[in-house]
């Protein structure tokens, strides 16, 4: 090490020099008290989760109920994605699209340089080595995120594979590494007491993309914070993947066995809060069906020797939206919970030192601490977790996970579904009438906003393959690149494409469809599909089930319920090809051929 070194660089356990001047120039800037490097041990975690306990940041539960498991509660105003302040930093605007926001970068790193000078005064420093995808895939992804938090650090642990053997494996092959850089923009004053929960009330997540470089600023919050999450594995790496020749998609990805034992992967684009983790964790509710899990929000896709289109899960965790997860609904993920080793964010606690969260059991406590640390009864008239409370859970503690989730190849995908929460339109599942048909569906996708990003709930946009707020470059570039690459996949092996809706209303306002473990119907349907033998109806949009061609042994709904769910309306369809145009024509001139006729072909079916 070099004498000039810094002194708070003693001591580091690399002497790889890239890492080591960034983490320097990191440290000169932002001047933390000290530097700590993540080794990814046990007994680090149990030291900072201590440490948290210790500073207020984490509620240690009963150990009896939720073992090794913490709760944390955020600043009311940190509790989502931040989308307005979420930029792409290209150096031409016109690579950012129209779908993110963008600054020139210069000006951006003018800009955070100033937030990031001294944000570290009196904290901790954090270096985190992490690799997203396997360690030992065939290109590793590596990147190392500098963050100023303890909570972090703990949850990235349980995120994403991080730690000394990511170290050494980076300095070994002198990798590249995506340089993360995070503070929360809450420095200390000598003396001053710091709060369980520091944060900036500006928040910038921003994107250097030709440099694969991420800078997040003022929040401690999942997508925000996490970096290797949506920062990394879908922004940075959508870019990646252009340029390289894959897909990085918000898509879960899981394996279905079929009675004769046929194994279908298929994975699914849903946007946020839409269905992603409780498709994956399955419980079908007919027989001889079996879903195991491959993974529940990220999927990577490239094409294998045969031109088969193949996909791993890039993390190690799961970061899942608490409310609506029960005993009922998805018992899998109920069991994985309970296993502890997690952190909850933002739920409510019981009064003997468990979490609750509405929807969790039928029963609702009758006292609870609410996630704002407020005495709550049922009948407080309002929900006592945050819509966006999220439970942190290692992927393996699923009972049901599939064991090539840790196969660095990955597996071969057979169908796509896309889907999104609309009320009106959209009917249960709609087989498209071709690839092309279905890119369509997956660059129409529309679904109303949740809790999962700051704003407004309940409003209508488009949201490409469930990607909107992920699209590291520019969103016809983006449908461009699928177009493409695709036509270089073995054609006879592309998966088959399905648009799907588990959130259509009847006319009294309730789900047309029970949902949850009786999607396995659709799911078998699909499979039924691609083997030619379950029937469809020809429609303007594409083949939906005929009554008799769903598996509906067990469920309690008449053949009038069914229809509200399954059919394709006419007028409805009508009624959406203005918005269909309107979202075309923001592309410019970016959009790909094919989808452009792909539009007019439906008008014309629609008449
Ligand atoms: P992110 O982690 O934000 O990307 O969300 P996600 O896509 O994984 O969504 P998740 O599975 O966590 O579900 C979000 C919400 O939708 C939860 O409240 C679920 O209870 C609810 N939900 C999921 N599947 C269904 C379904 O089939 N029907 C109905 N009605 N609700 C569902
Ligand atoms: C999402 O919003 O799609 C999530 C949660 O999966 S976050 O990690 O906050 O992005
Ligand atoms: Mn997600």
Redesign the pocket.
């Known amino acids: 090490m070099g004498a000039t070194r810094l002194r708070l660089l003693e001591g580091a356990p690399t002497t790889y020099e890239p890492l080591l001047s960034w983490v320097e120039e990191v440290a000169e800037l932002t001047q933390p008290d000290r530097i700590h490097w993540v080794d990814g041990s046990e007994a680090e975690y149990r030291k900072l989760t201590d440490e948290l306990v210790a500073a207020g940041t984490l509620t240690r539960l009963n150990p009896d109920l939720f073992p090794n498991s913490f709760a944390a509660f955020s600043d009311p105003a940190d509790v989502?994605?931040v989308e307005e302040q979420t930029f792409i930093c290209s150096r031409n605007e016109r690579d950012a699209g129209f779908t993110n926001n963008w600054m020139e970068p210069s000006e951006m790193k003018t800009k955070l340089k100033g937030l990031f000078s001294g944000s570290m005064r009196g904290r901790t420093m954090y270096v985190i080595p992490f690799v997203m995808g396997h360690l030992d895939a065939e290109d590793p992804k590596f990147g190392v995120e500098i963050s100023d938090s303890a909570y972090v650090v703990a949850s990235m642990r349980i995120m994403a594979r991080i730690g000394t053997d990511v170290l050494k494996k980076i300095e070994e092959t002198n990798a590249f590494f995506v340089p993360a850089l995070h503070s929360v923009g809450a420095p200390l004053e000598p003396g001053q007491a710091d709060v369980p929960w520091p944060c900036n009330p500006e928040k910038w997540i921003v994107h250097f993309p030709e440099e694969r470089s991420i800078w997040s600023y003022g929040s401690g919050?999942?997508?925000?914070a996490?970096l290797g999450?949506?920062c990394y594995a879908l922004r940075i790496a959508s870019v990646m993947a252009r340029d390289e020749g894959w897909l990085a998609e918000?898509m879960l990805i899981l394996k279905l066995t079929s009675p004769e034992k046929k194994v279908y992967n298929v994975a699914a684009a849903f946007?946020?809060?839409c269905g992603k983790t409780n498709l994956a964790l399955l419980d079908p509710t007919i027989e001889g069906w079996k879903v195991e899990t491959l993974g529940d929000?990220i999927t990577w896709m490239r094409f294998g020797k045969e031109g088969e289109l193949r996909a791993v899960n890039p993390e190690a965790g799961l970061?899942g939206v608490a409310p609506g997860t029960g005993w009922g609904t998805n018992p899998n993920a109920m069991r994985a919970i309970a296993k502890g080793n997690s952190i909850f964010t933002n739920v409510a606690l019981t009064d003997d030192g468990g979490v609750w969260w509405e929807g969790m059991t039928e029963e609702v406590p009758e006292h609870l601490t609410d996630w704002q640390g407020n005495e709550w009864t049922p009948e407080a008239g309002r929900p006592a977790a945050h819509p966006n409370s999220?439970f942190c859970t290692p992927i393996d503690q699923i009972d049901m996970l599939a064991p090539e989730y840790f196969a660095p190849n990955g597996v071969e995908v057979h169908a796509i579904l896309f889907g999104g929460r609309r009320k009106t339109t959209i009917p249960l599942v709609t087989q498209s009438r071709t690839w092309a048909n279905g890119i369509f569906m997956g660059a129409t996708l529309s679904s109303e906003t949740t809790a999962?990003?700051a704003g407004a709930v309940g409003v209508v946009r488009r949201d490409p393959m469930a990607m909107l707020p992920f699209i590291g470059y520019d969103a016809g570039d983006y449908l461009n690149h699928w177009v493409r690459l695709s036509a270089k996949g073995n054609a006879a092996r592309l998966p088959k494409i399905f648009l799907v809706n588990w959130f259509r209303r009847t006319k009294d306002g309730g789900f047309a469809w029970p949902g949850f473990g009786d999607n396995s119907r659709v799911l078998k349907w699909a499979i039924e599909r691609i083997e030619g033998a379950a029937d469809a109806v020809e429609t303007p949009i594409g083949f939906v089930p005929t009554p008799e061609s769903l598996d509906l042994d067990g469920l309690d709904m008449t053949p009038e319920q069914v229809e509200e769910a399954v059919h394709f309306d006419a007028d409805e369809w009508r009624a959406e090809v203005p918005g269909l145009e309107e979202w075309f024509a923001r592309f410019g001139g970016s959009l790909p051929l094919s989808l452009t006729n792909e539009l007019e072909g439906l008008k014309k079916r629609l008449g």
Do not use: I, T, V
């Open positions: 989502a994605r919050y999942g997508g925000n996490l999450k949506k918000h946007p946020s809060a929000d970061f999220r999962a990003a």
